[in-house]
């Protein structure tokens, strides 16, 4: 797929593993440090440029924090190996051709390599099954998010499709479950968004001032009640691509996501899940063990034919046992691991 210097090192010291990166057409010209602090959310710009300065591998050249990154630059990231979370193995194939991907991820497997997992990603999974070049993700979804991913599969296709969602010429659509009941079958939100709060470095607020513009359109397909709770279906129309567009949005209109410990209930509940301490009364509050949120269906111009495709994917069966009544799965433990990497803006 590309010509770039493979990432792969020859040997990797016992108790150490590498996190590889391959730099996106979307990404060039960025500093390498601005670079991976939009990968990796949690560290700030400080402690990413300690570890630039400690040196990341790479095989062209030594990178610095303001290295100037290009498309298909690859290095890695060495770092002490730690247990990892277990996380989902299947990699649905919803279609592929000389040019695209098209892959349905389940809820709870991460895109990329992040500090807390490594093995257990769908871009691990990709290359493992299919070789190291075959496909790379062009946009990202968050770890507990389900749903279609469309992945690039020439350096031609991943440049275009960068280009194509930059320039919002994609077409999303989501299913969401939330609490309550919308009044309206139709419904508006239009709130601006910044990054950051003052609880959570890595999410984002409703700020007229700072926020920029951020527009999603809700149709509820469904009102149910589970437990004698309200809840409804929701199809959702993102109309900007902000950082948790979607999640913010329904909490701003009073329906957060089921699930959601970032946006829900409760502003407390992320912290004590990312420190494993959330009580099994916040669990029960929450309804479902991951954010009740899926990609089902997305529409772009073809990378190499430049004719429209539209691909979907079928509510899964967890969201759809939870409209059926059904008793959720049970809680993750204490070995799971909050999501680290939250999805830029190309994926709300």
Known sequence: MR???????????DGYVDIPFV?????????LDRYLCEKIRRMDLERVRGIILRGVLCDEYRLKPSTPVYPGLAFRIRRPASQEPATPT??????SDDWL???????????????????GTLVTLLRERFGERFAEPAHRLDRETSGLVVCGRTTESCRVLGGLFLSRDVHKEYLALCEGHPPEDAFLVDAPIAEGTDLIRIAVRIDPVAG?????RFQVLQRF???GAPFALLRCFPQTGRQHQI??????????????KMYGPDPGYF??????????????????????????????????????VTFASPLPDDLKDFIAGKTPAPAPTSEESVDGEPEPSTTP
């Not at 730099?23 to 500093?31: F, K, L, M, S, T």
């Not at 991907?101 to 093995?119: E, F, N, Q, S, W």
């Not at 920029?212 to 999603?216: A, D, E, I, V, Y």
């Open 225 to 227: 009640e589970h437990g």
């Open 247 to 260: 999640r913010i949005h329904l909490r701003e209109a009073g329906f957060p996501l089921v699930g959601d």
């Open 3 to 13: 010509e770039d210097v493979d990432p792969t090192p020859s040997a990797i010291p």
């Open 271 to 308: 912290d004590r899940f990312s420190k494993h301490t959330l009580e099994p009364e916040a669990w029960a509050r929450l309804r479902l063990p991951r954010h009740a949120l899926h990609a089902e269906r997305i529409s772009f111009p073809h990378p190499g034919t430049g004719e429209r």
């Open 212 to 216: 920029k513009p951020s527009r999603t």
């Open 23 to 31: 730099v996106e057409p979307n990404y060039a010209g960025w500093r």
């Open 90 to 95: 299947a990699l649905p194939v919803v279609f």
């Open 101 to 119: 991907l098209v892959l349905d991820k389940p809820a709870g497997l991460p895109i990329h390599p992040t500090a807390r997992y490594h093995k």
